[in-house]
């Protein structure tokens, strides 16, 4: 009884969901000062490169829009493809919703509001494993999360002078090693009738992409097929 109360304070605790933000870190950085060193590139200065990742806060939808600013694309396009590429936050963030119930609209908001891929896997490893998700722990995980990417886009927007060459650091990277460790992770947290019907779906997302790659954009693509395999999801989980 006394160690269970010890291990629902220490998940009850702002220090705790930081520390638990510390294996995601070196994607943050290094993804954020990528994409400082491209904002750079393209032609915003330091100023905007940290008005971008405090107000968007999403990398993909970040080096979307330097491309899009590179082609002269209107800002009314440019909006609404960071709407549709965004729109799995929506996912995620029903995803944690039943986990969240307890705490007002407010913080409930916060919570969705900095709900990025990286912090949900480790949001979503948590709730497989305890069962519960604090609101401490969770503004521990999300603002730790929030402030390294922050920093991690202005110091690539400030050294992004000098370089310019994110693949030779191996930086384009960095995104997908941090996906496969999550996904790593997570699997590593279920029992064997779960893993086997997780395979499952990651083998029918691949197909998914794959035909829908023939007819739609990569970013609908990505959209519609996370759409279909999560709803797929829900249905084979039940």
Known sequence: MQQEAVHTQSKNSFIQGAKDCIPTLLGYLSIGFAFGVVGTVTGLSL??????????????????????????????SIVFTVFVVNLRHFLMSLTIAPYVTRYSTWRNIGFGTMLTDETFGVAVTEAMKSKKIYGRWLDGLNITAYVSWIIACVAGGYFGHWITDVEKWGLDFALVAMFIALL?????????????????????????????????????TVLIATLFVATLGVWMDK
């Open 184 to 220: 790593v992770l997570q699997l590593s947290e279920t029992n064997k009738s779960k893993l086997n019907m997780y395979l499952k779906l990651i083998m029918i997302m691949f197909i998914t992409v794959y035909i829908l790659l023939n007819f739609f954009s990569t970013h609908i």
């Open 47 to 76: 100023l905007e490169v940290a008005l971008v990742a405090i107000f968007i806060y999403a990398g993909a939808a970040q080096f979307i829009l330097c491309a899009l600013l590179v082609t002269n694309t209107p800002a009314l």
